[in-house]
């Protein structure tokens, strides 16, 4: 049996069936049919279609910001890349520790060799421990390589030994 003659079969059914109708059930069966048809184009074609149109125009400022973002960062980083690299200066030990003292903290011991920094601070407030190595990191490109910070019994006070490196920008 071919495909023809299966809906040549289907064909004649369904035409012996539109024919046992009355005039008027084919009338409510045609508007009937039509309403389904309409309702069927309107969920596949037409709303989807509006629904994306909606969301693209509720989307669409928000997209346009971060392409304006996106292109502020793509120009400065190509202002930052023709930019000449800073040249920072090699910190003594003279200069750590008066950095230290102005921000109230006292080192136990200090030793500065070459690009390592290495201390030891007893009984100091954390917060000004972590404000100035933030200053240290902006201004002498201080990482911390190594810290051990143990609570102390007072309220925000810690005992820290640190190893600091100065990322001087020398081949690295």
């Known amino acids: ?7 040549a079969q289907y064909r004649e059914r369904a ?3 539109w024919l046992a109708r009355t005039e008027q059930e084919r009338r409510f069966l ?6 389904v048809l309409a309702a069927l184009l309107y969920l596949l074609l037409v709303d989807p279609a509006i629904e994306g149109r909606a969301q693209l125009r509720r989307q669409l ?3 346009r910001q971060q392409a304006a973002e996106l292109q502020a960062m793509a120009q400065e980083a190509s ?16 200069t750590v520790g008066s950095s230290l003292s102005g921000r109230g903290l006292n080192p136990e011991s ?3 060799n070459g690009e390592y920094i290495k201390l030891q601070l007893n009984n100091v407030a954390f917060a000004n421990l972590a404000t100035w ?7 002498n490109r201080l990482l911390v390589q190594d810290a051990v910070v143990t609570s102390l019994p007072a309220a925000g006070q810690v005992d820290a030994s640190l190893t600091l490196r100065q990322n001087t920008g020398s081949g690295q």
């Open 15 to 17: 035409t012996a069936l």
């Open 110 to 112: 200090l030793s500065v």
């Open 1 to 7: 049996m071919s495909i023809a003659t299966t809906f």
């Open 30 to 35: 045609a508007a009937g049919g039509a309403v």
């Open 61 to 63: 400022p928000q997209l």
């Open 79 to 94: 202002t930052l890349a023709q930019a000449p690299e800073t040249h920072v200066v090699p910190l003594t030990r003279d």
């Open 133 to 139: 190595l933030d200053e240290q990191r902006r201004a």
